[in-house]
């Protein structure tokens, strides 16, 4: 056993596990946040396309 896995607490790996935990969970949130933002504009850059051809023929 090294030196540094003898002085780690006991639930380090717990914790750690926990913090990528989070990390991934806000991470995700973000990019759905991210994907929500981009839907609407596309949206709405089609919806703008769509009546100018009606207003343009």
Known sequence: MSK???????DYAVLL???KERVRSAQYEALKAVNKELVALYWDIGKLIVERQKREG
């Open 4 to 10: 540094l896995s003898q002085e780690l607490p006991a």
């Open 17 to 19: 596990a926990e913090v």
